[in-house]
C-alpha cells in the first residue's frame, strides 16, 4: 500500500508493504553516502538489509532507551557525518523505533541546514504514528521533545515484518496511538479493537492510523489548530510519563497515553469500550498518583499557554472536539488517579 503525504513541495510517500525494508533502495537513491542510524536494540538483520542496499552506507547503533535522544546524540551523528565528508546531496536513514526515528531526524534537519530523511520505522509506534507528521525531537533536562523542529522525510517504509520481533509489550504500546487515531477519527479502525484479532488485521490497523494522522497533518502542518487532536490522550499522558513519582512503574509512551486517553472521554459507555480495548491490549487502565506532581508537570507542559489549556475530548468514536479548559479546572480532573 501506498499513502501519498500531500504537503505541496514537502510532500512524500509512505509504503506499507511487506518485505519493503529489502527494497528501500529501488524506492530512494542510496548510491550517496547515507548515515544509517539505529540502535542496539533493533535486530542486526535488518541493519544488514539496509546497509547491503547502500553504495556508501555508514552505520550507528545508538543505545536503545529514551536517555539517546539527547543533544550528546545529535552531536555525535553530525559529527559521524562531518568526519565522512557527508554533504547536502547525502542522506539519513532512521532505523527503528519513534526514539531513533526522532533524534536521526533532529540529526537530518540540522546537518548543513537540512539534508535528506528516510524513515524505515521499525516498532508499531513509529508505523503507526512518529515516522510521518515531520516532528523532530530531543528531550531536555528531562523535558520530553522540547528541542526540535518540524522536518519532514523525503520517504517512509514501514514493513510489517518486522514487528514480529517486537516484544509483545512494545506491539501493544504503540496501537495505544493506533486507538486514539481510531477515536479521533476513525471510528471503524475503533471497532477493529473491539473486535479483536489483531494479528489478522494489522495492515488495516496501520493503514487507517496512517490515513488519520496523515489527513489531520495535510491541514495544519504545524500545529497552529486540528493538528492539536492528535495530542488526545497525550495531556495528562505526557505528565504521567514525566512522573518521578511514578518512574517506578517504567511505564512506556503508549501506555502513558492509553490512561490519558480516559479522563478525556465524554461518555460512560464509551468509557467501558475503551477500557475493554485497553485490558484486552494488555494496557493500563487505571494508575494511583500525586495529583499536585502531576498537575506542575502539566503547568510546565510547553501545551499550557496563558493560564488554559487545550484539551481534547472524544464523545463518540470519530470524532473529536478542543476545549479551552482553565487550569484550576484541570487540577480538579486530574484528581488522586484514573479508574
Ligand atoms: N515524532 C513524533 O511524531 C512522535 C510521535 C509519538 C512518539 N514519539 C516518540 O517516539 C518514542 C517512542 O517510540 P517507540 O515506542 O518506537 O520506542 P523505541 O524507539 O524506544 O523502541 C522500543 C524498543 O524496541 C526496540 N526495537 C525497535 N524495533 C524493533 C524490532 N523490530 N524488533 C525488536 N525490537 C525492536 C528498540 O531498540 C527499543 O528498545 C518516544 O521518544 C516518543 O516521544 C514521536
Ligand atoms: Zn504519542
Known amino acids: ?62 543505545e536503545q532507551g529514551e536517555g539517546t535522544k539527547s543533544f550528546a546524540t545529535i552531536e555525535y551523528l553530525c559529527a559521524t557525518m562531518l568526519e565522512h565528508g557527508f554533504s547536502r546531496a547525502d542522506a539519513v536513514l532512521a532505523l527503528g523505533g519513534g526514539v531513533v526515528g526522532d533524534a536521526a531526524g533532529f540529526a537530518a534537519a540540522c546537518y548543513m541546514r537540512g539534508i535528506d530523511f528516510i524513515n524505515c520505522p521499525t516498532t508499531s509506534l513509529a508505523q503507526v504514528d512518529s515516522s510521518i507528521g ?56 475503533f471497532e477493529l479493537f473491539e473486535k479483536g484479532d489483531i494479528e489478522q488485521n494489522m495492515e488495516e490497523i496501520l493503514y487507517r492510523s496512517l490515513m488519520v494522522k496523515k489527513t489531520i497533518v495535510e491541514q495544519d502542518e504545524h500545529e497552529h489548530g486540528c493538528r492539536a487532536a492528535l495530542n488526545f490522550g497525550h495531556t495528562i499522558g505526557h505528565a504521567i510519563e514525566a512522573s518521578r513519582g511514578l518512574a517506578r512503574h517504567q511505564l512506556f509512551h503508549g501506555e502513558c ?59 463518540q468514536a470519530g470524532s473529536y472536539r478542543l476545549e479551552k479548559t482553565p487550569l484550576h479546572e484541570l487540577r480538579a480532573m486530574i484528581g488522586e488517579g484514573i479508574g
Open 1 to 62: 500500500m501506498k499513502l501519498t503525504m500531500r504537503l505541496g513541495p514537502r510532500s512524500y510517500d509512505i509504503i506499507l508493504r511487506r518485505g519493503a525494508l529489502g527494497r528501500v533502495g529501488q524506492l530512494v537513491n542510496l548510491d550517496r553516502s547515507v548515515l544509517v542510524v539505529t540502535d542496539t536494540g533493533v535486530p542486526q538483520q535488518y541493519l544488514a538489509t539496509v546497509l547491503a542496499q547502500c553504495a556508501h552506507g555508514v552505520p550507528v547503533v545508538l
Open 134 to 189: 515531520g516532528k523532530t525531537a530531543v528531550n531536555l533536562a528531562g523535558t520530553k521533545n522540547i528541542v526540535g523542529a518540524f522536518y519532514q522525510p523525503r520517504l517512509v517504509v514501514a514493513d510489517p515484518d518486522t514487528l514480529s520481533t517486537l516484544p509483545p509489550r512494545h506491539v501493544s504500546n504503540g496501537l495505544a496511538e493506533a486507538v486514539k487515531a481510531g477515536l479521533i477519527g476513525d471510528a471503524a479502525l
Open 257 to 315: 497515553v492509553a490512561l490519558g486517553t480516559l479522563p478525556m472521554l465524554e461518555s460512560r459507555a464509551l468509557r467501558t469500550r475503551v477500557r475493554a480495548v485497553y485490558k484486552a491490549l494488555g494496557l493500563p487502565v487505571r494508575i494511583r498518583y500525586d495529583g499536585d506532581e502531576i498537575y506542575s508537570h502539566l503547568v510546565h507542559d510547553k501545551k499550557a499557554a496563558s493560564g488554559t489549556i487545550t484539551l481534547v475530548k472524544v464523545k
